[in-house]
């Protein structure tokens, strides 16, 4: 026997349907998003711009950030 392990305790929910529930509520005017959306829109064109440069032999690209 090497040693002893450790299980914790994991919640039941689903993290998807956590998640779900979050942007209903939000939508629903119920909550606050807990990243606000300019992020998400950066994210969003970073992962643009790694796909062109994908496409473009792994060129790497300039980056700017854009004005949200």
Same mark, same amino acid.
């Given at each position: 026997?090497?040693?002893?392990?450790?299980?914790?305790? &994991?919640?039941?929910?689903?993290? &998807?349907?956590?998640?779900?529930?979050?942007v209903i509520k939000c939508v629903?005017?119920?909550?606050?998003?807990?990243?606000?959306g300019s992020d998400g829109a950066?994210?969003?064109? @970073? &992962?643009?711009?790694?796909?062109?440069? @994908?496409?473009?032999?792994?060129?790497? @690209?300039?980056?700017?950030?854009?004005? &949200?």
């Amino acid at each position: 026997r090497a040693g002893d392990i450790r299980i914790p305790s &994991l919640p039941a929910e689903e993290t &998807l349907g956590i998640e779900a529930t979050h942007v209903i509520k939000c939508v629903q005017g119920k909550e606050q998003p807990i990243v606000p959306g300019s992020d998400g829109a950066l994210i969003v064109h @970073l &992962l643009h711009r790694i796909d062109e440069s @994908l496409k473009n032999g792994n060129q790497i @690209l300039p980056f700017t950030c854009p004005t &949200l």
